[in-house]
């Protein structure tokens, strides 16, 4: 059928009915914008749900006993919030420890409960950011999923304390970026006022939060100025006086702030940073860890100290990834206006958080500190807004990324209409590629929580085995290393562990029934082994106790905290008070034979055993022996 003009003519309506019989188009679906806002939901819950199986099957680690036991010792929240732990900074991180720390024994769902809480926001906030900056498009949700599973974001969310500080942070990045951007856009400046507090808050949780500062002065001035380097850097500074110079006052008080309260962590024994230093954390940090970790990787791990592990990528996979970075950042350039601004923002921040893992940690433990991903977590966020600046319209930017015209055989080529089915399946490909690497990688990082982690067992099994006695003594011994390192002392004792862990256990200077920990973290009797006193005048009594009996022993022991073994035999039950180093403790007696154990400590070259005022002489007491010793682990408990 056709029209005057000679045209082809629409169809009757009941011509058009078998194709409104076809099934649905889900690509087309996918467009609309209310199913991109749905889809990205989705995706945020089902990162959840993987988040929470890791979380809740995990358990504390390290820092994390120390961090909860301030907060056990803290005379008032005001103060210990604002005091820094190590070398941070992090309000925040306390106020959640002092949460934690107010449960008996401590809680660790309720400890992961709070970092999923705060993976949810994080994950929720780069969603906006992606619909705000980008628009409600599909291509936000790969973005959106390339967060969501990169392996770099496990290591700072399955350790409790690390979490405390960057999973918060991710979440103030990606709200800080959004309310900036809307900000820029002339939506008024309560969206000024909203990103500073961000950044405030953003510094009560982690001192990388100064680094938002120079990247949101970045995206304005690569994206929302015009004209050169120089002309931009003065339209930002008049179009926008009163956040320049609310920037600089928060991040110069922030900085002076820290240098001058914030005591450093590493500030003796520190190693020279020369040349071959710098170059090898070039390779660990940046070409062995991080790019592959954003292809996917890092596919490997090293978990010689677990349950922490190191990215170690196969050199194949490492070369494979560097190469796949080559080729996106040139056919960016291809194919894209102004891509270049972004990449030097990633650039800028990969720099940023380079120098400062150089100056800080690499000076003590060496650039093989690079493979750690907790230093470079807050990279990924960062890695996913810059793809985002780099591939799509930043939706108000005057100078916004945008498509290329094609200007040699090369761009022509990859710009063909023709090309466009064969691009987008590599996309695609490369796109689920690198998804489903994130999450085995991830999958296999957080198995090392699960099933190899030694600390955990250790103190489970003292936790589970302790619930099932009534009280128990024990003696404070320092716990195996793999529990807690012996640089973390003086907090790596049973003490400290089980204060936390547990309900039912004591710490007395004195006691009839001392137990200890095995390395196994099973409650055993505790055996004291050392130098032992001179044996009585008394063949049937050994040492009397009349009033006050000075007990000799075989050598001294040198001054130290030490436990007395004592046998004895006493009349009735009563009390004596034993002296020894620089210690006197009362000790009661029971009726019979028996073993008493008693703390003390100082230099210790004789025992003074003496009655207690009222103790009726006629009540005979014998020590038989006494060793002065520390407590090792015998038979079961």
């Known amino acids: 059928?056709?029209?005057?003009?000679?045209?082809?003519?629409?169809?009757?309506?009941?011509?058009?009915?078998?194709?409104?019989?076809?099934?649905?188009?889900?690509?087309?679906?996918?467009?609309?914008?209310?199913?991109?806002?749905?889809?990205?939901?989705?995706?945020?819950?089902?990162?959840?749900?993987?988040?929470?199986?890791?979380?809740?099957?995990?358990?504390?680690?390290?820092?994390?006993?120390?961090?909860?036991?301030?907060?056990?010792?803290?005379?008032?929240?005001?103060?210990?919030?604002?005091?820094?732990?190590?070398?941070?900074?992090?309000?925040?991180?306390?106020?959640?420890?002092?949460?934690?720390?107010?449960?008996?024994?401590?809680?660790?769902?309720?400890?992961?409960?709070?970092?999923?809480?705060?993976?949810?926001?994080?994950?929720?906030?780069?969603?906006?950011?992606?619909?705000?900056?980008?628009?409600?498009?599909?291509?936000?949700?790969?973005?959106?999923?390339?967060?969501?599973?990169?392996?770099?974001?496990?290591?700072?969310?399955?350790?409790?304390?690390?979490?405390?500080?960057?999973?918060?942070?991710?979440?103030?990045?990606?709200?800080?970026?959004?309310?900036?951007?809307?900000?820029?856009?002339?939506?008024?400046?309560?969206?000024?006022?909203?990103?500073?507090?961000?950044?405030?808050?953003?510094?009560?949780?982690?001192?990388?939060?100064?680094?938002?500062?120079?990247?949101?002065?970045?995206?304005?001035?690569?994206?929302?100025?015009?004209?050169?380097?120089?002309?931009?850097?003065?339209?930002?500074?008049?179009?926008?006086?009163?956040?320049?110079?609310?920037?600089?006052?928060?991040?110069?008080?922030?900085?002076?702030?820290?240098?001058?309260?914030?005591?450093?962590?590493?500030?003796?024994?520190?190693?020279?940073?020369?040349?071959?230093?710098?170059?090898?954390?070039?390779?660990?940090?940046?070409?062995?860890?991080?790019?592959?970790?954003?292809?996917?990787?890092?596919?490997?791990?090293?978990?010689?100290?677990?349950?922490?592990?190191?990215?170690?990528?196969?050199?194949?996979?490492?070369?494979?990834?560097?190469?796949?970075?080559?080729?996106?950042?040139?056919?960016?350039?291809?194919?894209?206006?102004?891509?270049?601004?972004?990449?030097?923002?990633?650039?800028?921040?990969?720099?940023?958080?380079?120098?400062?893992l150089l100056l800080t940690r690499v000076p003590v433990a060496g650039p093989s500190i690079g493979r750690e991903y907790r230093y470079l977590t807050d990279a990924a966020p960062v890695t996913v807004l810059v793809l985002g600046l780099v591939l799509l319209p930043l939706a108000g930017a005057p100078e916004s990324s945008t498509a290329r015209r094609p200007s040699g055989r090369l761009a022509a080529a990859v710009a063909r209409p023709a090309a466009r089915p064969a691009l987008r399946a590599v996309a695609v490909v490369a796109v689920v590629g690198v998804l489903a690497g994130g999450l085995l990688s991830g999958r296999t990082y957080v198995g090392a929580w699960h099933d190899r982690n030694p600390g955990a067992a250790y103190v489970q099994a003292a936790q589970a085995d302790a619930s099932s006695r009534g009280v128990v003594d024990l003696a404070d011994t320092v716990v195996p290393p793999y529990v807690m390192p012996g640089v973390t002392q003086p907090f790596n004792t049973t003490r400290t562990l089980l204060d936390l862990t547990t309900v039912n256990v004591r710490f007395p200077d004195t006691t009839e029934h001392l137990g200890v920990l095995g390395d196994d973290g099973l409650l055993r009797q505790a055996v004291v082994g050392g130098v032992s006193s001179l044996p009585g005048p008394d063949a049937g009594c050994g040492w009397g106790v009349d009033g006050r009996t000075v007990i000799p022993l075989e050598r001294a022991a040198f001054e130290f905290d030490w436990w007395l073994q004592v046998g004895y035999l006493s009349a009735s039950n009563q009390s004596v008070v034993v002296r020894a180093g620089d210690s006197e403790v009362e000790v009661l007696l029971r009726a019979g034979v028996h073993n008493v154990y008693v703390r003390v400590s100082g230099e210790v070259d004789d025992v003074v055993v003496r009655r207690s005022s009222g103790s009726d002489p006629s009540n005979a007491i014998c020590v038989d022996s006494v060793v002065v010793g520390l407590p090792s682990p015998g038979g079961l408990l």
């Open 1 to 356: 059928m056709t029209t005057r003009d000679g045209r082809s003519a629409p169809p009757p309506h009941d011509e058009v009915a078998p194709t409104a019989r076809r099934g649905p188009d889900y690509l087309t679906e996918l467009r609309r914008p209310r199913r991109v806002v749905q889809v990205g939901v989705l995706l945020v819950l089902a990162h959840l749900a993987l988040r929470a199986w890791a979380l809740y099957g995990s358990w504390f680690y390290t820092d994390d006993y120390r961090l909860l036991t301030d907060a056990r010792r803290s005379d008032g929240w005001t103060a210990d919030l604002l005091r820094p732990f190590d070398s941070q900074f992090m309000p925040l991180g306390r106020l959640a420890a002092e949460v934690v720390a107010g449960t008996s024994p401590v809680s660790w769902p309720l400890a992961a409960s709070l970092v999923l809480g705060a993976q949810l926001v994080a994950s929720l906030a780069c969603l906006v950011m992606l619909l705000v900056l980008f628009g409600r498009r599909p291509a936000v949700l790969p973005l959106l999923a390339l967060y969501l599973t990169s392996a770099i974001t496990w290591s700072a969310t399955m350790w409790w304390a690390a979490a405390l500080n960057q999973v918060p942070f991710q979440a103030v990045l990606f709200a800080s970026v959004t309310t900036w951007v809307l900000y820029l856009r002339g939506r008024g400046r309560r969206w000024l006022v909203a990103t500073l507090a961000l950044v405030v808050l953003g510094l009560a949780c982690y001192i990388k939060a100064l680094l938002l500062l120079p990247l949101l002065a970045g995206i304005a001035v690569a994206f929302f100025a015009r004209g050169g380097p120089r002309a931009r850097v003065v339209h930002l500074v008049r179009r926008h006086p009163g956040a320049v110079v609310a920037g600089v006052v928060l991040g110069a008080a922030a900085a002076a702030a820290y240098v001058v309260l914030v005591p450093q962590a590493f500030s003796e024994g520190q190693q020279p940073l020369g040349p071959g230093v710098v170059r090898d954390l070039v390779r660990t940090m940046l070409l062995e860890s991080y790019v592959p970790g954003m292809w996917g990787g890092p596919w490997r791990w090293d978990e010689s100290i677990p349950p922490t592990s190191y990215a170690d990528a196969p050199v194949a996979a490492v070369v494979l990834a560097l190469l796949a970075t080559v080729l996106l950042v040139g056919v960016t350039f291809l194919v894209r206006r102004r891509a270049g601004r972004a990449w030097v923002l990633l650039l800028v921040w990969l720099a940023a958080d380079f120098v400062l």
